[in-house]
Structures are given as structure tokens and as C-alpha cells.
């Protein structure tokens, strides 16, 4: 049997924007609305699909694996929007 992840939901106040500030971050396709989703393609056929709710949002770790050239590029963009970041999902420098 094959079992692979094909999305998982991010739950948001404001769908447009969410998707679209990771996709731009990420250096990705604009996001496409599929439902009551705006969805976030990755290269390896997994997506995120931003919804919103009114409910608390509890905080999520997401991991991407990406290639050092591609990471210079994205995290020069954290950089350029002088967005608060760190290393560790504990909050360490």
C-alpha cells in the first residue's frame, strides 16, 4: 500500500492573505481557490490549504526542505520584509 500526505488545512483569519504571503515568501505560484480554500501547491504534490475560521488557532510547526540556493533567495525575503524569525520552533535565536 502507498500512503502520501496530499494537503493538510492551515487555519487562518484571512485566507487571501496568508496564502499569499507564504506563497510569496516561498518564491511559489499564486495560490488558487479550490473550494473554500485557497490552496498553496509544493513541488512534491502536497498543498496547503489556508481556511478561515473565528475559532483559536493553535500554533503549527511546518518544516520545509529546500535547496541552499533556494534558501539564500527566501530568506533574503524574511529579511527584506524585516520579519521577526528564528531558528528553533522553541523561539531560539
Same mark, same amino acid.
Request: glycine letters at 8%; proline letters at 4%; a negative charge.
Given at each position: 500500500?502507498?500512503?502520501? &500526505?496530499?494537503? $493538510?488545512?492551515?487555519?487562518?483569519? /484571512?485566507? @487571501? ?10 518564491? &511559489?505560484?499564486?495560490?488558487? !481557490?479550490? =473550494? ?11 498543498? &496547503?490549504?489556508?481556511?478561515? $475560521? ?5 500554533? @503549527? ?5 529546500? =535547496? ?7 530568506? =533574503?525575503?524574511? !529579511? *527584506? !520584509? *524585516?520579519? *521577526?524569525?528564528?531558528? /528553533?520552533?522553541? &523561539?531560539? =535565536?
Amino acid at each position: 500500500m502507498s500512503v502520501q &500526505l496530499n494537503h $493538510t488545512i492551515v487555519w487562518c483569519r /484571512d485566507k @487571501q492573505r496568508s496564502a499569499t504571503f507564504i506563497a510569496d515568501i516561498l518564491g &511559489l505560484p499564486t495560490p488558487a !481557490r479550490f =473550494g473554500p480554500f485557497m490552496v498553496v501547491g509544493m513541488s512534491n504534490d502536497v498543498s &496547503l490549504d489556508f481556511h478561515e $475560521t473565528e475559532s483559536e488557532i493553535t500554533s @503549527q510547526h511546518y518544516a520545509f526542505l529546500i =535547496g541552499e540556493d533556494d534558501f539564500d533567495a527566501i530568506f =533574503g525575503r524574511i !529579511r *527584506e !520584509r *524585516e520579519l *521577526e524569525h528564528w531558528a /528553533d520552533p522553541g &523561539l531560539a =535565536g
